[in-house]
């Protein structure tokens, strides 16, 4: 029988409560969301695809945005919020997972990976932040100073969402709701912070002795004229680096709502093969 229901665990270090939703029966594959978005809205429809029907799906919002508390002084580092995760996780009780994460959400796996290497067995990023710089919101939130960004910048960028939904444009609608249930004081932090991503971040990355897919949409795939950008890196770079190159046709930075079909699909065939053999080959060559 399917399981779906809200956890939560309370985190004594930042007096706050992490929340997170539950989808599905079998083997667990955590999913983390992008910029200050709440897990369940840009995940859903791939928790609830048939090709993960045999997944366990935990979508987890960070502190200050989704169902999650916003404790006040949260530095928003991406190794801040991987703590965070990383606490959620030993409540669970999951033990080694497979885990995906998107833009900054892929950020926050890899530091959970580094963090915490007990927890996680597999890693799948989608356009996950590498080098310093930030993807376009991200810049422009972190462009303002705090008191610019609390005095009317968040409401601007709102507004400015309000008015693209309006005319139809549907990922700016989701995008304008899911801001609106974060903290905007943890929304800009954690744009500073991944534009000041440290210089060794993707290093860092490339060390890691686990499996590792990096998942572009197809449209930001770097390739003839197209630059490679902080979340969208050359593709040689990360095959050479042993990490697998998956693209989502027909998809942007948004895939999963671009392209939920194929972004499941991909999913499902990063993480296909049984959790416990893929830990088997790691002991036999370690």
């Given amino acids: 029988m399917s ?3 809200l956890g939560h665990a309370f985190l004594p270090n930042r007096n706050a409560t992490i929340r997170w939703h539950v989808v599905g029966t079998g083997k667990p594959l955590v999913l983390l969301p992008g910029l ?3 897990a369940v809205s840009q995940f859903l429809g791939t928790a ?5 029907a045999d997944r366990r799906l935990f979508m987890i919002d960070y502190l200050g945005s989704g169902f999650s508390d916003g404790p006040p002084g949260h530095d928003g580092e991406p190794f801040s919020h991987a703590e965070d995760i990383a606490a959620a996780l030993d409540h669970i009780g999951l033990g080694e997972v497979d885990v995906c994460g998107h833009s900054m959400g892929g950020t926050v796996a890899i530091c959970l990976a580094r963090l915490r290497p007990d927890l996680v067995a597999r890693l799948g990023v989608s356009e996950a932040n590498l080098f310093p710089g930030g993807g376009v919101a991200t810049k422009s939130i972190a462009s303002q100073t705090h008191k610019e960004w609390i005095g009317d910048g968040f409401d601007a960028l709102i507004a400015m969402l309000d008015d693209e939904a309006r005319g139809g444009d549907a ?3 989701a995008l304008a709701a899911g801001w609106r249930q974060a903290d905007p004081a943890m929304l800009h932090a954690n744009a500073v912070a991944l534009v000041h991503l440290a210089d060794d971040f993707a290093a860092s990355f490339f060390a890691l ?3 590792r ?3 572009f949409g197809a449209r930001n795939l770097p390739s003839k004229g197209r630059v490679p950008k902080p979340d969208s890196p050359d593709p040689g ?5 042993g990490i697998a190159v998956h693209s989502i046709p027909n998809a942007g930075h948004g895939m999963m709502f671009d392209n939920p079909d194929a972004y499941a699909k991909t999913l499902a065939t990063i993480f296909a093969a049984p959790l416990d053999s893929r830990l088997d080959d790691r002991r036999r060559r370690s």
């Fill in 3 to 5: 399981d779906s229901h």
């Fill in 36 to 38: 200050s978005q709440p």
């Fill in 48 to 52: 609830t695809h048939p090709a993960l």
């Fill in 171 to 173: 990922r700016s609608d």
């Fill in 209 to 211: 002795s686990i499996p």
């Fill in 213 to 215: 897919a990096f998942i």
């Fill in 237 to 241: 770079m990360l095959e050479k680096n």
